[in-house]
């Protein structure tokens, strides 16, 4: 599958403070995303199992806005918009009837989710978008439970999704150009960034997410370090870098050469599971080698590299205040 470019946002027809959105599931997931799409000017109905339920989980979000202001984690006026563009539905029928895009948050089961997107789609207007929450299922089993299914995507939201920036937006095989590019920009509106991946296992996030987390569990498993000493070298290493970079751009200012020789060293003791990758390998063969020779996986021109070490060290410094500031985390 190719996966198609989105459009520019210009090319929208439907304004942000115009778009009608429903969010079917109103717990903590459901409810978080519906926050976040109706503090982005979206009018956003709230709809679960029964009407008392939709409207206990809509006063329940304002509750969470108004700490949220206290805590200074939501701006002034928050509550206020959120009384103004969210709404409890009594059912999903109501919620998605005249909605431009419609976000399903329900258990991660797939006979639920097949029931609840049914319902959705037939519910809906034939030209709504139709998004799924899912973090494992693959979106294209969703789909046989929607009719017009190209109107059809993943929409996964992270948590906590008030405060976690990325998207990650999963096509299927016959999701079309226009759904993608309405989906982005209707997430891109909310002031979140979005990624397009590929409908396979795990997407990206999770297959990265769940590729750490094995590694370290076999560390710990074998006695080689605690969980604490895992979590401690995580924070305070590579994992103080991935803020502000991903792997791709601390491969290529580390040096390709340098990760091409590491591979060959793990590879002593795991020979399966470090094999080098190809595409590092090719690179390194041509003499791409990272920000040393300007060229590698995100090809910086070698005249900006001094700008980049100075952003990465500027960086660094201001996340290490900022620990500082708010201190440990709570949870020895």
Same mark, same amino acid.
């Given at each position: 599958?190719?996966?198609?470019?989105?459009?520019?946002?210009?090319?929208s @027809?439907?304004?942000?403070? &115009?778009?009608?959105?429903?969010?079917?599931?109103?717990?903590y997931?459901?409810?978080?995303?519906?926050?976040?799409?109706?503090? !982005? !000017?979206?009018?956003?109905?709230?709809? #679960?199992?029964?009407?008392?339920?939709?409207?206990?989980n809509? %006063?329940?979000?304002?509750?969470?806005?108004?700490?949220?202001?206290?805590?200074?984690?939501?701006?002034?006026?928050?509550?206020?918009?959120?009384?103004?563009?969210?709404?409890?539905?009594k059912?999903?029928?109501?919620?998605?009837? /005249?909605? /431009?895009?419609? +976000?399903?948050?329900?258990?991660?089961?797939?006979?639920?989710?097949?029931?609840?997107?049914?319902?959705?789609s &037939?519910?809906?207007?034939?030209? &709504?978008?139709?998004?799924?929450?899912?973090s494992?299922?693959?979106?294209?089993?969703?789909?046989?439970?929607?009719?017009?299914?190209?109107?059809?995507?993943?929409v996964h939201?992270?948590? =906590?999704?008030?405060?976690?920036? !990325?998207?990650?937006?999963?096509?299927?095989?016959?999701?079309?150009?226009? @759904?993608?590019?309405?989906?982005?920009?209707?997430?891109?509106?909310?002031g979140?960034?979005t990624?397009?991946?590929? /409908?396979?296992?795990?997407?990206?996030?999770?297959?990265?997410?769940?590729?750490?987390?094995?590694?370290?569990?076999?560390?710990? +498993?074998?006695g080689?370090a605690?969980?604490? #000493?895992? #979590?401690?070298?995580?924070?305070t290493?590579? !994992?103080?870098?991935?803020?502000?970079?991903?792997?791709?751009?601390?491969? %290529?200012m580390?040096?390709?050469?340098?990760?091409?020789?590491?591979?060959?060293?793990?590879?002593?003791?795991?020979?399966?599971?470090?094999?080098?990758?190809?595409?590092?390998? #090719?690179?390194?063969?041509?003499?791409?080698?990272?920000?040393?020779?300007?060229?590698?996986?995100?090809?910086? =021109?070698?005249?900006?590299?001094? +700008?980049?070490i100075?952003?990465?060290?500027?960086?660094?410094?201001?996340?290490?205040?900022?620990i500082? +500031?708010?201190? =440990?985390?709570p949870?020895?």
């Open positions: 599958m190719t996966i198609p470019e989105a459009p520019a946002a210009s090319e @027809t439907v304004p942000a403070a &115009a778009r009608k959105i429903a969010v079917v599931g109103s717990g997931m459901g409810g978080g995303i519906a926050q976040v799409l109706a503090l !982005g !000017g979206a009018r956003v109905a709230l709809a #679960d199992v029964s009407a008392e339920i939709a409207q206990k809509f %006063d329940r979000l304002l509750v969470e806005s108004d700490q949220f202001i206290a805590d200074g984690l939501f701006p002034e006026g928050s509550t206020e918009i959120l009384k103004q563009n969210l709404w409890a539905a059912d999903i029928e109501e919620a998605v009837a /005249d909605a /431009d895009f419609i +976000e399903e948050c329900v258990p991660e089961v797939l006979e639920i989710k097949h029931q609840t997107l049914a319902r959705i &037939a519910a809906a207007r034939p030209d &709504a978008v139709i998004g799924s929450n899912t494992t299922i693959s979106i294209a089993s969703l789909a046989e439970a929607v009719a017009l299914p190209e109107r059809f995507l993943g939201f992270s948590n =906590p999704s008030p405060f976690i920036p !990325g998207v990650e937006i999963i096509p299927h095989a016959e999701t079309s150009a226009a @759904t993608v590019a309405a989906s982005r920009e209707l997430v891109h509106a909310a979140k960034q990624a397009v991946v590929k /409908d396979v296992t795990g997407f990206v996030l999770n297959r990265l997410q769940y590729a750490l987390f094995h590694e370290a569990a076999q560390l710990v +498993e074998q080689i605690t969980a604490d #000493d895992v #979590d401690t070298l995580v924070r290493t590579f !994992g103080f870098r991935l803020p502000f970079f991903g792997p791709f751009a601390i491969a %290529d580390a040096g390709l050469d340098v990760y091409n020789f590491c591979y060959k060293s793990l590879q002593t003791g795991f020979p399966e599971r470090f094999a080098t990758p190809k595409i590092l390998s #090719d690179l390194v063969e041509a003499g791409k080698l990272g920000t040393k020779t300007g060229a590698g996986f995100l090809n910086v =021109p070698a005249e900006r590299t001094p +700008e980049l100075a952003y990465r060290n500027k960086a660094y410094v201001a996340m290490q205040k900022l500082e +500031e708010l201190g =440990p985390a949870i020895n």
